[in-house]
């Protein structure tokens, strides 16, 4: 965590200080969202769209809820098709398509995992309008999930779902750059589900449903082998020291789950997308290391036989697809 986004959580008092700062930013966002809602300036595709997204800067767990819901729809008949920003992305180009296949560095480590894990066609550009018009190319898609975009507003949305990161909410309650909010938490009053990321301690919508993210398997990265954290075989590995690498927006998620799984681990916080190097993931001793999927995608050509990550399945009560359904068909959308 950076040293703005440890004001955010921790509430730092000299963070106020960007506080006019914080009210542009909050003019142009209202202005902006005004502009487009209700207005023929706003693309609407001839697919479904639902935007999954969040009102906070930094990571809540967008991605695998994204992979989830795209499990969800295809056992439902759908043929998803996913659009991202891409961040750290670097293609020739764009629209530009992502496949299992793609270099990391070309993709950006959340769309890799996304099409790595759910196999439908996945399209990043900054521009959320022309990656959709993209995938409407695509015969295989009938309804389009963004990964993160519900600001932006150029793009009509069927369903919108917020996810929320449920250990550290909003934190101090400011908008950018004086604290973490996007938008002001009003806006989850608009929207067609709010998720939130674990357990919380913080007032949320009563409509809000759980999400958990729960440790599955310890995977090789070398080789691709797997163990079931619940493997009898796991004990000679969890009964070690290991050093715990994360690179992600909240990395103490990602520590508690491990400490859940019977190790003791050596923390490493490194900031969210961060370009790992072989020297980053190497340590003086021969313990092994894990780190999470994100960032295991990006250490495959940098790894040795100490080199696991922890792969993490998102976990929601059924009403969360029924909510779904129900709104995909008030709109008139059927697989």
Known sequence: MNKLSDAWYKNRR???????????????????????RNSAKAYTSRHPVIVIGNITAGGTGKTPLVIYLARELQALGYRPGIVSRGYGAKPQGYPFA????TDFREAGEEPLMIA???GCPVIIDP??????????KHDDCNIIISDDGMQHYRLNRTLEIAVIDGQRGFGNGLLL???PLREKPR?????????CNGPSRHALPAQALRMDLEATQLVHL???????VHDAFLSTLTAKKVHAVAGIGNPERFFNSLC??????ITHIFRDHHPFTAQDITFADDLDVVMTEKDAVKCLQICDERHWYLKVEARLPDTFMQRVRAGLEAAGVNP
């Open 116 to 118: 790595l894990n759910t």
């Open 14 to 36: 000299w963070v106020h200080c960007l506080r006019p700062l914080s009210a542009i930013f909050g003019a142009v966002s209202t202005l902006r969202r005004s502009t487009y």
């Open 187 to 195: 806006r989850l009053d608009s929207v067609d589900l709010v998720v």
């Open 177 to 179: 750059p004086a604290g």
């Open 127 to 136: 521009d959320r309008v022309a990656a959709v018009q993209e995938l409407e």
């Open 222 to 228: 070398p080789d691709g082998r797997s163990l079931s």
């Open 260 to 265: 859940a799984c019977g190790f003791d681990i």
């Open 98 to 101: 992502v496949t299992p296949e």
